[in-house]
């Protein structure tokens, strides 16, 4: 079996096939832990995970400290408006303070893109991204690849659609470099306003017809409109986004009977998904939630180890 080399984990489009299906088949193994009455076991006993979140979270943060406890690692956690940042000191100074408590791994999100890559340059603690601005969210996409496969059985030759706001979704390029290395097709489909430029680098079909985008996709992937991160109005309303865009009942009748339905989150009921949907038979979005802890506990194990 390969083995894990690196320090640090802050994006997939640096690693290979055979480094992501390590990380698949290391959460595969560690998923039964949270199903045991005693959900913990000694791998990371004596080390310390520090969890420093510059931007709001539910979902990463809070699996992030339960797949560090699952592992019997101890937790800090940094927020930017109570940390020193706030009286002026540098990311890079903190994180140098931060390290010389002798913590081992940090997991870092932030809004600028390239924050934690810049944190592992400086640092020799390994480096997790949770998200940098519009750029990667690794564990996102390696948790949405752990359902993909485990739903479907495979990833290779899959149809995925990504659907919504692409140009701000760092949940967007981390599926598109993890699902295209694994053998899927991958297309986005959003308003011209919402597709990034430069998106033709990418390995991806593009399409502006939802309906196109829904038909024959084994899998819709729908993404959240990120109102905090766009600078001007890019569509009319949310209301007419919804309408042409949202994913609801009715758009589904063009989708494939077995079609998956995932939705990194937070969810905007009624905006880019109908509760309907959301919540109907083919959802599987709390399942991608479940397996989120997983893959976590994967990555903090596999980082520990690499590098040394
Ligand atoms: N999917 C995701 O990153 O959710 P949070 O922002 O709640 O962590």
Same mark, same amino acid.
């Given at each position: 079996?390969?083995?894990?080399?690196?320090?640090?984990?802050?994006?997939?489009?640096?690693?290979?096939?055979? =480094? &992501?299906?390590?990380?698949?088949?290391? /959460?595969?193994?560690?998923?039964?832990?949270?199903?045991?009455?005693?959900?913990?076991?000694?791998?990371?006993?004596?080390?310390?995970?520090?969890?420093?979140?510059? =931007?709001?979270?539910?979902?990463?943060?809070?699996?992030?400290?339960?797949?560090?406890?699952? @592992?019997?690692?101890?937790?800090?956690?940094?927020?930017?408006? %109570?940390?020193? &940042?706030?009286?002026?000191?540098?990311?890079?100074?903190?994180?140098?303070?931060?390290?010389?408590?002798?913590?081992?791994?940090?997991?870092?999100?932030?809004?600028?893109?390239?924050?934690?890559?810049?944190?592992?340059?400086?640092?020799? /603690?390994?480096?997790?991204?949770?998200?940098?601005? !519009?750029?990667?969210?690794? %564990?996102?996409?390696?948790?949405?690849?752990?359902?993909?496969?485990?739903?479907?059985?495979?990833?290779?030759?899959?149809?995925?659609?990504?659907?919504?706001?692409?140009?701000?979704?760092?949940?967007?390029?981390?599926?598109?470099?993890?699902?295209?290395?694994?053998?899927?097709?991958?297309?986005? !489909?959003?308003?011209?306003?919402? &597709?990034?430029?430069?998106?033709?680098?990418?390995?991806?079909?593009?399409?502006?017809?939802?309906?196109?985008?829904?038909?024959?996709?084994?899998?819709?992937?729908?993404?959240?409109?990120? @109102? =905090?991160?766009?600078?001007?109005?890019?569509?009319?309303?949310?209301?007419?986004?919804?309408?042409?865009?949202?994913?609801?009942?009715?758009?589904?009748?063009?989708?494939?009977?077995?079609?998956?339905?995932?939705?990194?989150?937070?969810?905007?009921?009624?905006?880019?998904?109908?509760?309907?949907?959301?919540?109907?038979?083919?959802?599987?979005?709390? =399942?991608?939630?479940?397996?989120?802890?997983?893959?976590?506990?994967?990555?903090?194990?596999?980082?520990?180890?690499?590098?040394?």
């Amino acid at each position: 079996m390969l083995n894990w080399k690196h320090k640090d984990l802050l994006g997939l489009e640096e690693l290979s096939k055979e =480094e &992501i299906e390590l990380i698949l088949e290391t /959460a595969d193994s560690f998923k039964e832990i949270s199903l045991r009455p005693i959900k913990k076991v000694p791998t990371l006993r004596g080390k310390t995970v520090v969890l420093f979140f510059f =931007e709001p979270s539910t979902r990463t943060r809070t699996s992030f400290e339960l797949a560090a406890k699952r @592992l019997s690692a101890d937790t800090v956690s940094i927020s930017a408006t %109570t940390s020193s &940042i706030v009286k002026g000191e540098t990311l890079k100074d903190t994180a140098k303070n931060i390290e010389a408590m002798k913590v081992d791994i940090i997991v870092m999100r932030h809004s600028s893109s390239g924050a934690p890559h810049l944190l592992a340059k400086a640092v020799e /603690a390994s480096v997790i991204n949770a998200g940098d601005g !519009c750029h990667e969210h690794p %564990t996102q996409a390696l948790l949405d690849m752990f359902t993909i496969k485990e739903k479907k059985g495979r990833i290779s030759g899959l149809k995925v659609s990504i659907i919504g706001d692409i140009a701000h979704s760092r949940v967007a390029r981390s599926n598109i470099w993890g699902l295209t290395k694994l053998g899927a097709e991958v297309t986005v !489909c959003g308003p011209p306003t919402l &597709i990034p430029q430069g998106i033709e680098k990418f390995p991806v079909k593009v399409t502006y017809d939802v309906e196109e985008a829904i038909r024959d996709a084994d899998v819709l992937n729908i993404l959240r409109i990120q @109102l =905090e991160r766009q600078k001007s109005n890019l569509f009319p309303s949310l209301r007419e986004y919804a309408l042409n865009f949202g994913i609801d009942a009715e758009k589904l009748k063009f989708a494939k009977p077995e079609v998956l339905i995932m939705h990194p989150g937070p969810i905007n009921r009624g905006v880019e998904i109908s509760p309907e949907v959301a919540d109907g038979p083919y959802s599987v979005i709390l =399942e991608q939630v479940t397996n989120g802890l997983a893959v976590r506990m994967a990555v903090l194990y596999l980082v520990s180890q690499g590098g040394k």
